[in-house]
């Protein structure tokens, strides 16, 4: 992990390098940073901090928002938000309707300090705000942006790059590309694939269908097991494509030999269901839809990161058969809200179904623009964030969190097997523990209910042959064995109280 000195540090670094390779250009303007300190911003004793800003910089838009001054207030408000997430309760307890009761109606008519949205930040916000970046969030799947992407999404505002097309920024797409091939070769990922950056998994999932549909003309249905996320049904109907589910195994995994591909023209096949993480049978499923020519979209959106351990791909098998495949990185990958990572062996039907470029965006370089692959024109610079996670973290320090977030799942599974009146639900080879008290749904729903009330930590449930389930996901790398611990001395504590109440 960098801290903010050191992630200033690399990307000075990078660009000082490329500055000395490029000494001949008359468009070139010397680098904020190169500028001497008493050049332009220093007082007569070179004190940057104490010396007014230059005028360029007191908020250009005409706000008098200054990012030196401003800026290192709200860089001081995010790292002391940070430092305090373990005090704060950590699913908002509002009412639906109390944070909108307390904003003004309209926009103010004069402009504001910036100190006033980071006071109301404080003051009005904050009772509203879940805490996805606490370490003892554990619902859903938990998605936490670690510092080199929380800076990189600063420094991408900064830029506020537009890619509609490769032109209107070669380095966004450049390093779209560069990115997603680096981390493709981390999850041992065949080499040479497509890739580029979504926004979400849901909308992947439009593009994979999309590109199935528009290559398998007349065959319109979509094959998913009964555990598929609902953005497979969402998109499904979008697209005006007809899901059948097959049914799951004793595992939750989708079975193969009910595999039936009469007049499909994709498969959705998961590994990591997101109620229990279950695997489906990818070497098998893949081998029916190439025989069938059927296009088979694997959604890892959350399991797809621990493929970066090489002792866990054998969990992957068969994935590298995939037409299209995503992986989260806003999941388990550090790195903030919203970055999904899209792979495709198959670009030109990805470009079939999307392109479409009209004469003013027309071009005479010889290079096609990721908006040909996807639905939206603009694309935000993500990569940045995506780059810098993975540049501050390396790959041994990716691998070592995805490690220590499993064997605390590990952990945690361990004391509800021995824990006599609790059972678990389904097997875990992630991070996500599925567990339940030994007793009705009702007793299980009202214990969720205490404890999420609690705000000591926050889980969240699902439904598994039947029955409520319990869901603790590892996904934080800010989350200790000391915070796992505390979520099973919380459960247990509210599972006494309701036993006793
Ligand atoms: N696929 C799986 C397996 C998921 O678990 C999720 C979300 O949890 C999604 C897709 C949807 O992800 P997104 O929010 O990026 O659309």
């Given at each position: ?5 050191q ?6 670094r990078?660009?000082g390098l490329?500055?000395?390779t ?5 468009h ?8 001497g ?18 005028r360029a910089?007191?908020?250009?838009a005409g706000?008098g ?5 401003d ?7 995010a790292?002391s ?5 373990r005090?704060?309760?950590?699913l908002a ?9 307390r ?6 008519e004069e ?7 980071l ?7 904050m ?15 938990p998605?936490a942006?670690?510092e ?6 600063l ?35 065949p080499?040479?694939?497509?890739g580029?950056?979504e926004d979400?998994?849901?909308?992947g999932?439009?593009?994979?269908l ?7 003309p007349g065959?319109?249905?979509v094959i ?6 609902s953005?497979?049904a ?6 005006e494509?007809?899901l059948?589910?097959?049914p ?9 030999d009910?595999?039936?591909l009469d ?8 590994i990591?269901?997101?109620s ?9 499923i893949a ?24 002792e ?11 037409d ?5 990185p ?6 903030p ?8 062996r ?12 009209p ?13 040909e692959?996807?639905?939206?024109l ?16 390396g ?12 064997r ?28 339940r008290?030994a007793g009705s749904d009702?007793?299980n ?9 609690t705000g000591?930590?926050?889980?969240s449930?699902?439904?598994?042959d ?7 996901a ?9 915070d ?16 006793g109440?």
């Amino acid at each position: 992990m960098c801290t903010l000195v050191q992630f200033l540090a690399l990307v000075r670094r990078d660009t000082g390098l490329m500055h000395g390779t490029d000494q001949g250009s008359a468009h070139d303007l010397p680098a904020p940073w190169a500028r001497g300190a008493n050049e332009d911003r220093g007082d007569e004793h070179g004190d940057p901090r104490r010396s007014p800003l230059p005028r360029a910089d007191r908020g250009a838009a005409g706000t008098g928002v200054s990012l030196r001054d401003d800026g290192a207030a709200a860089l001081a408000w995010a790292e002391s938000y940070l430092a305090s997430l373990r005090e704060r309760r950590v699913l908002a307890q509002v009412a639906p309707g109390a944070i909108r009761s307390r904003l003004p109606a309209t926009a103010p008519e004069e402009p504001e300090p910036f100190a006033a949205v980071l006071r109301d930040l404080d003051e009005v916000l904050m009772a509203g705000i879940t805490h996805w970046q606490s370490p003892r969030f554990f619902a859903y799947f938990p998605s936490a942006g670690s510092e080199p992407a929380i800076l990189a999404e600063l420094l991408a505002a900064a830029l506020n790059q537009v890619g509609i097309l490769w032109r209107a920024s070669p380095a966004l797409q450049e390093l779209e590309e560069v990115t997603l091939a680096w981390l493709a070769e981390l999850l041992g990922l065949p080499a040479g694939w497509h890739g580029h950056i979504e926004d979400t998994a849901s909308t992947g999932m439009v593009t994979a269908l999309a590109a199935a549909r528009a290559a398998k003309p007349g065959s319109r249905r979509v094959i998913c097991s009964e555990h598929v996320h609902s953005a497979a049904a969402k998109a499904a109907r979008l697209l005006e494509l007809e899901l059948r589910t097959v049914p799951g195994d004793e595992d939750f995994a989708m079975r193969a030999d009910a595999l039936d591909l009469d007049g499909a023209c994709a498969v959705v096949a998961t590994i990591g269901t997101t109620s229990s993480t279950a695997i489906d049978p990818i070497p098998a499923i893949a081998e029916r839809c190439a025989a069938a020519d059927v296009w088979l979209h694997v959604d890892a959106a959350y399991a797809g990161s621990a493929a970066l351990c090489p002792e866990l791909r054998p969990l992957f098998a068969g994935w590298e058969r995939a037409d299209s495949l995503a992986v989260n990185p806003h999941k388990w990958l550090f790195t903030p809200m919203d970055c999904s990572a899209f792979w495709t062996r198959r670009p030109g039907d990805v470009r079939r179904a999307f392109s479409l470029v009209p004469e003013f965006l027309r071009v005479q370089e010889d290079v096609v623009s990721l908006s040909e692959y996807s639905i939206p024109l603009g694309r935000r610079f993500r990569a940045l964030k995506l780059w810098a996670v993975l540049r501050c973290y390396g790959r041994s320090g990716l691998q070592q969190r995805i490690r220590e977030a499993i064997r605390l799942a590990a952990l945690f599974e361990g004391w509800v097997r021995a824990q006599p009146g609790w059972e678990l639900c389904a097997p875990r080879p992630f991070s996500l523990v599925c567990f339940r008290l030994a007793g009705s749904d009702e007793a299980n729903e009202a214990l969720l209910e205490r404890v999420n009330a609690t705000g000591e930590v926050f889980l969240s449930h699902t439904r598994l042959d039947g029955r409520y389930v319990l869901r603790l996901a590892v996904g934080n790398g800010r989350t200790t064995q000391d915070d796992v611990r505390f979520a099973w001395e919380v459960l247990r504590r509210e599972a006494d109280q309701l036993g006793g109440s």
